[in-house]
């Protein structure tokens, strides 16, 4: 399947996940964006942007001018224009429960009048298939990680590990 920028047609754009620690979401993966951007979005809370709002209302945003639209707060607004994104689009990952666990936002640098309902449809298929393996992954290759460490423990305890 095509990645997020063969659809919406943008090199702009970033992943986000949960913070665990502060709750919102921190930006874990970036291209074609300022760092003045990555540091301002590093981490944003439950209001004031569009991926908060795709990620509490679990639906696809789209922002059709950046300069006009009510979810941005004022600073957000003025720092996604300086890094020349006029337009964005939120896609929530979702695990098969209905649960977000990251989430992916492409910017433009033009406004826009909305994306099609094929590329719409392509970006549900890729947030739910994105999602899912995300879960999987936590569930099986972190957990059984976690059980081997945790075996070697139980095993080594008393004795003193080297590193190599």
């Known amino acids: 399947m095509a990645p997020y920028s063969d659809v919406t ?8 996940v949960p913070d665990p620690e502060y709750g919102g979401l921190r930006i874990e993966k970036h291209t074609g964006l300022t760092a003045d951007f990555v540091e301002f979005f ?3 809370g439950e ?14 945003v789209t922002v059709r001018d950046v300069e006009t639209d009510p979810v941005f707060t004022e600073p ?11 337009a964005c689009h939120s896609v929530p990952l979702t695990t098969a429960s209905g ?13 826009v009048s909305g ?3 094929a590329q719409l449809k392509a ?5 739910a298939e994105t999602g899912r393996w995300l879960a999987w992954h936590e569930h099986t290759v972190v957990l059984d990680a976690l059980e081997h460490l945790h075996g ?13």
Not at 47 to 60: I, K, S, V, W, Y
């Open 9 to 16: 047609g943008t090199d702009m754009g970033n992943v986000q």
């Open 42 to 44: 590093g981490h944003v």
């Open 47 to 60: 209001q004031g942007t569009a991926c908060a709002q795709a990620a509490r209302e679990l639906a696809q």
């Open 76 to 86: 957000a607004r003025a720092a996604i224009l300086a890094a020349g994104s006029r």
């Open 99 to 111: 649960r977000c666990v990251g989430m992916v936002s492409a910017h433009l640098d033009h406004t």
């Open 115 to 117: 994306l099609m309902n």
């Open 123 to 127: 970006l549900d298929r890729l947030g």
């Open 152 to 164: 070697l423990g139980r095993t080594l305890r008393g004795l003193r590990m080297r590193r190599s």
